[in-house]
């Protein structure tokens, strides 16, 4: 066995019977035998706005630098180093930030420092902190292979260990955006063929935007819900209405199946309030686009770095949650993509955010920013990442703002 593969194997062995706590001291005995002068874990926060060492906070450590504000106490940094690897780093100018927002391994001038990605799929985690006397070809091929396996490690604890949540946070969530979170899927999905991803804002206070997607059997399942208020009440509508639709969903029925059945649950159980939503399906061998519209805001079709005018506006059917189910059932509407096709979903908090002196970002100006950003090269993750980030420095979300970018690419 090669000296890679059983450090490796010892690492993942080691892992079974430990806490998020223990994970970044066995990356970095890993890293160690590997060649490596150490290996440091960093984690994007929900927003990603920064990336925060997977360390316990020591307990004279200040309150957590909120995105975008400067640490007054601190003196400045570099763009490619923070000023010590327990402190979190921003994004946005630095070096660590590259890595992240490219999905590329990146070298500090000096070759000593190295930012490796780590990806869960296609679901970008975080970075991994390398330090060596120099990088070769063959170490950095083991530093991905450490970051791969650190990544593992990172998103087994996720669900249930406190550590990797609080380093993934900036400041308190209210109770219903913990709910939506718990209920929501991971934020990037995809193949070979197909990516699908979603931004939730205002990540901390979320209310009644939802989203949700999945693949099984060659289809990408879709859904972005929008309930009415911004409550506990909001939340547990769009929770109640995922559960609906999974549950139909994997029992074999139809997008209107879906519908009904989101709308017959929510007036039995939560009469007062009512849901907009889009339910869609992708063949992704095909590139048939099949969906509904209750009441939402018709999704818009790029192709070659421009809208396609129209092409998705159909008439609505009425908001879920009438107690309508046994009224016609929603029409289903299809497109046959092209290669290379994005479809944007989104609510209208997006659309509706204002800037200081009224105006609304609008539709225009959303498709500005996406095609804007896809036309730099950033892959759909990152685009909404950079609309999200705009949205913040020069609007004021009214509402909850919830954003979905899929995007077919048969290879």
Excluded at 222 to 251: E, F, I, P, Q, Y
Aim: proline share 7%.
């Amino acid at each position: 066995m090669r000296n890679e593969d059983a450090v490796l194997s010892a690492l993942l062995a080691s892992s079974n019977r430990v806490t998020a706590a223990d994970i970044p001291a066995l990356i970095d005995e890993a890293g160690r035998k590997l060649g490596l002068s150490g290996a440091q874990v960093y984690l994007a926060d929900l927003q990603q706005a920064r990336l925060t060492p997977l360390v316990h906070p020591a307990p004279e450590t200040p309150s957590p630098i909120e995105p975008n504000e400067p640490n007054e106490t601190s003196k400045p940094i570099g763009p490619s180093e923070p000023s010590e690897p327990s402190e979190p780093i921003q994004i946005e100018g630095s070096m660590a930030g590259l890595a992240y927002r490219t999905q590329r391994t990146q070298r500090s001038r000096d070759d000593c420092t190295a930012w490796v990605p780590m990806i869960d799929g296609v679901e970008r985690v975080g970075v991994l902190r390398v330090t060596a006397p120099c990088f070769e070809d063959a170490l950095l091929e083991s530093c991905a292979a450490l970051s791969g396996l650190a990544t593992l490690l990172v998103m087994a604890k996720a669900s249930h260990d406190e550590l990797v949540v609080d380093r993934t946070r900036s400041r308190t969530m209210t109770t219903q955006a913990e709910l939506l979170w718990a209920f929501v899927p991971p934020r990037t999905i995809g193949t070979d063929d197909v990516t699908s991803t979603a931004i939730l804002e205002p990540a901390y206070e979320a209310g009644g935007d939802a989203f949700d997607h999945s693949l099984g059997d060659g289809v990408l399942h879709l859904a972005l819900l929008d309930a009415m208020g911004h409550d506990l009440a909001s939340g547990g509508a769009s929770a109640v209405a995922l559960g609906a639709s999974r549950a139909t969903r994997r029992a074999g029925g139809t997008l209107a199946d879906i519908a009904t059945t989101i709308d017959t649950t929510l007036s039995e159980w939560i009469p007062d309030r009512l849901l907009t939503a889009v339910i869609a399906r992708l063949d992704i061998a095909t590139g048939q686009f099949t969906w509904i519209n209750c009441g939402h805001p018709p999704p818009l079709l790029i192709r070659e770095g421009h809208v396609v005018p129209q092409a998705m506006e159909f008439p609505a059917y009425l908001p879920l949650g009438l107690g309508l189910g046994q009224a016609a059932a929603p029409d289903e509407h299809h497109i046959r993509l092209q290669p290379g096709d994005r479809v944007l979903l989104y609510s209208d908090g997006v659309t509706e955010a204002r800037t200081s002196d009224g105006s609304l970002f609008g539709e225009q100006r959303l498709a500005d920013s996406v095609i804007r950003s896809m036309a730099s090269g950033n892959a759909p993750p990152e685009t909404l990442r950079r609309l999200v980030r705009n949205l913040h420095e020069h609007h004021r979300l009214h509402d909850d703002a919830t954003i979905m970018l899929v995007r077919w690419h048969p290879h």
